[in-house]
């Protein structure tokens, strides 16, 4: 216990640390413009802000519609107590890249604009209309189980609840859309962006590997909940995600290698630079190690073996999302760019605000199933 | 019915009164910079001894920027000038990654940026039927390497100087094809390698294809997709409770899923 409780402590600084910092970055930004703030440039205009922020942070919150069509349109019921925690982190996930976006919008007040002013040949006019109405249907999926602690909610949940599963197809149908746009947005730099990195397929590539991303999330959401707030979730449900993840990623690989064979770009592989070895790093991380961890029996029925190939995971997609919009970017940029502190604390400062709203949302509302049989 | 540029590099005598001209007229602040920048619409860049490129956004017929930007705040005009309007913008800078030639630059020291770049002298000139600043300026105080006009009589002219002086010039007019064509168009001296003025702005790895197309082809699969997808979750929904459905009616329950389980254990 007492070991538990320096432990917390120790988070709980870190926390604060960050947050400091966080609002420091965010005057700077605010007052003194994003050339202050950042290491961004007319030569280097997207940095962590989109990278992470936007392009990563909507392909992590994947697991929303992921989780929900596994259990309502595959009817998977088994998979049922982990809707909750995951319609949970999606909505703040999708919360999350619309505040963030703020920062990074030299005219963050006009954010709405792509709602009013159209231009649907752009892939990011769609993506602000899919990210805004997700965000919606995220929201009456997650009150349908949430506000029918309130008198006053009962008759919408219940309608919320009837039409359930026409939200479950919609939040499929938008998902599809706007994680395959994060590709599209690339499509359109053919000759910036690094060949190992372009293809014309990257709307396919992501909007696929946007699913691996999704049950990859689940499985360290749920190692952190089992961590933290001591809920636990069976792990061969958990197995089974990460097996289901490696299905998904080694479908990917194989699609996107045959490209790279097609379009005659193996020899990037063995250059040598720096981005044949960024590219190596993001095989290992994100396709080798989860799939050897998970054809292996041993440790695939341990907990710590799939949360080990849920994080490899989450990394690995990580580093390919950046790699996407930082590394290969850089190769036509003929600049270097790493991001400022400011840059860093400000997005760090949002991942420490989500763990917060996290675990008051576990404390204030039921989103384990097990919690909810206690109390009936 | 386009208005363009063409900018014959032989003539140029790196004077720079175009730059000149063009911070008057647009009223950048600053001196005549190294860089495009938020102050520079245009600058000159010496590619060796006496040859000098002059960069500016070359109003491409398609132009990528436009196609990218979420609000339609840049624009390309019936005229052919591609024109930026503020109060649309959002600051996001998708036309300054998406660009082929980098051209849009932002004002990063501003708590609220603007998004800067030549507009080809629109509502100054183009409008009333002017010439733009810097190729008038080019033709009265400078080597006159700017010229203005048509596209179609540009391209002709180019055409015409490049056969009557074959030595002089590389075969083929810079920006006639190009990513679709663009508004600003150059010719270069035969005597200096094309790669040297790849580094400066006339990239040679771009395709004849407008970029724009390059998304237009996947988005435009989305009435298609949309449709088809929707019919197939809907249809799987409806066949997983059904087989729950007739299974629970033949006694049989439904725990397909805890046979997993097993594995797993
Ligand atoms: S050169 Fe760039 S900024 Fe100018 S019209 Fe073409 S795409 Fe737009
Ligand atoms: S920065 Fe402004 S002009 Fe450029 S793409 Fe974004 S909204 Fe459009
Ligand atoms: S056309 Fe006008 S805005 Fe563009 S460089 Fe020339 S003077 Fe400047």
Redesign the pocket.
Known sequence: MEIKGIKITFWKIVGAIILILGAIASFQRFFYGLGAATHLSDKFPWGLWVGFDVISGVGLAAGGFTITAIVYIFNLKKYHCIVKPTVLTAFMGYVFVGVALLWDL?KYFDIWHPLVYWNHHSP?FELAWCVSTYTLVLFLEFSSYTLDKFKWFKKPVNFLKGIYILLVILGVLISTLHQSSLGTIYVIVPEKLYPLWYSKLLPVYFFFTSIGAGLGMTIVESYFSWRALKHEIPTPILANLARGMVVIQLTYFVAYFEDLIVHNKLHYLFDGTFYSKMWWLEFIVWTLIPTIIVFNKKWIIKRVGVFVAGFSYILGFLLNRLNVSTTAMEYSAKAHYFPSWQEVAVSASFVVVMFIIFGLAVKYFDIFEEEKKNTN | MSKAMLIDITECLGCGVCAEACKKEQHLPGKVGEELNYENYTVLKEVEEDVYFRNLCRHCVEPT?AS????G??HKTPEGPVV?DYE?????????MACPFNI?KYEWHKPIPR?RKCIMCYDTRIKKGLPTACAEACQNEGGGATHFGERKELLKMAHKRIKENPDKYHPFVYGEKEVGGTGVMFLIPKNVPLEKFAGVGLKRDLPNQPLPELTWNVLNKIPIIVPVWATFLTGMWWLNNRKIEVEENNGVKPEKNEKEDKNGN
């Open positions: 030299g990011m | 920027c990218v930007c979420p609000v705040a840049l930026y649309l913008c959002i600051g996001c800078r998708y036309c300054m849009p998004i």
